[in-house]
């Protein structure tokens, strides 16, 4: 793979600069804790929620973009998230890659009544929902969480290293963050909860993997998009259900284990795995 040309000459180095921008991230997310506590309430109110996303993409857009100009001294586009119109089919392949499975996972469940769903409300309010939080997770997780661990710390790790096991790197950086915001927020006793950390990790891998397939970061975004408004549509009020563990292993776990299989039927570029690429 061709490098990109250099803005500049000199760089700091890569354990700096991956330092800083989880840094900088840590600072966004725990600012926006802050506020939600502090001037919101501690409310999640719909015009909270949207404040909270309009917060984090409107920060950490501009400190990944600063980052990748003035510490990694390259440029937007070896991120692997160009906007432009070919965008829509790496986004919507990671989209699919989340919904078939998760799909085929919940017919089984409901139909070997396993599980069971019930609405609460019309499903045109459930529907409603969940169009506002397409909305909502775009820009508070999917967007500015995939630019920073898929899109900045992958492609700086992929420099040095496999691209797979780039993929595992970030994904442990991405633990090491969530849990540094758990710490801060609900403190050391989170610690505890190791399941959900590993839960996290394994499924920042299958992000990162996604990322590779395609070599685009809207996969990641896309899948990881379709995850979060499933989960948070059918895990909520409106949508009753007397097995939420059995929801997660039926929709959700059948999604990121068959996701990249999905991805590798619908992307059939050849993929490289193995050698590092410097820029």
Known sequence: ???????????????VRIGLVLAAGVGIWALMSWLTAN????????PVRLA??????GLAIPMVFLARRYLDRRAWSGLGLGVSARAWRPFLIGVVAFLVPSALGLGVALGTGWLSLQAHVPVAHILG??????????????????LIFR???????????????????????????GTALWVASEGWGVLAERGIMFLAMAMAVVLGLLRIQTGSV???????????????????QRVGTANEPGLMIAA????????????????????????????
């Open 1 to 15: 793979m061709p490098t990109e040309a250099a803005i500049g000459t000199t760089r700091a180095p890569l354990v």
């Open 39 to 46: 001037l919101y309430g501690g409310q999640s109110s719909i």
């Open 52 to 57: 909270n996303a309009a917060l984090i993409s």
């Open 129 to 146: 929902w969940a169009v506002l939080l397409v909305v909502l997770v775009f820009f508070f997780e999917a967007l500015p969480e995939e």
């Open 151 to 177: 899109g900045y710390l992958q492609r700086n790790l992929t420099t040095v290293m496999a691209p797979w096991l780039a993929a595992i790197a970030q994904a442990v950086l991405f633990t090491v963050f």
């Open 218 to 236: 809207w996969t990641p975004v896309g899948f990881h998009l379709a995850f979060q408004v499933v989960a948070q549509t059918v895990l909520s």
């Open 252 to 279: 959700i776990i059948s999604a990121f284990v068959l996701g990249t299989t999905v991805v590798s039927l619908l992307h059939r570029t050849e993929a490289n795995w193995s050698r590092p690429e410097p820029e």
